[in-house]
């Protein structure tokens, strides 16, 4: 039970030199050198404003639900800040045994063609602002927004599984093996 005396539980996020943000209702938008995110904040029972170069998160209540929330928005907002000023690389790796595997860019989609011999090319959407290039067999993508990043190096993961054989035989398909902040 929260008393009069208890302090109000407040998350201040600073905001980098270069970095400005605003808030339209529930979303948050912030803009850094390297691009704009926008983030909703409905679903979350938080209040926040920006105030004097910080960002303030306040939970609804003192329950236990809402301050866990909070922390929940701290972190997301965190993570916003981040991608803004340093932006976030995913690079993942082609594995194939037998049949070689080619990637493509096209446009806004990414095709992986002759995946164990298939003739049908497996497409995946690039989600956000997200860039993505092809090295050799390793696939680098880069972005503003850790969702979109994230989301879309699971996607090609997803779009090149492997169903009916066995996981520990046919190991061909594309795998994230690093994850960075920072372009």
Sequence with gaps: MATSTEQEVVHS??????????????????KGPLGTVKKDFERINVEM??????????????????????????SLVRNVITGVTKGYTYKL?????????TVKVKGRTVSVENFVGERSARVTEILGDC??????????????????????????????KIKRKDQRIFLDGIYVFEKTKGW
């Design 49 to 74: 404003e920006v105030k004097g170069g910080k960002i303030l998160i306040r939970p609804f209540t003192h329950k236990k639900k809402d301050v866990v929330s909070s922390n929940t928005a701290a």
């Design 93 to 101: 790796k082609v594995v194939f045994a037998h049949f070689p595997v």
């Design 13 to 30: 996020q600073d905001l980098p030199d270069g970095v400005t943000a605003s808030i339209s209702g529930r979303v948050i938008t912030v």
């Design 131 to 160: 860039k993505v290039s092809v090295e050799g067999d390793d696939i680098i993508i880069k972005g503003v927004s850790l969702e979109d990043v994230g989301q879309t190096a699971a996607n090609l993961e997803q779009a090149t």
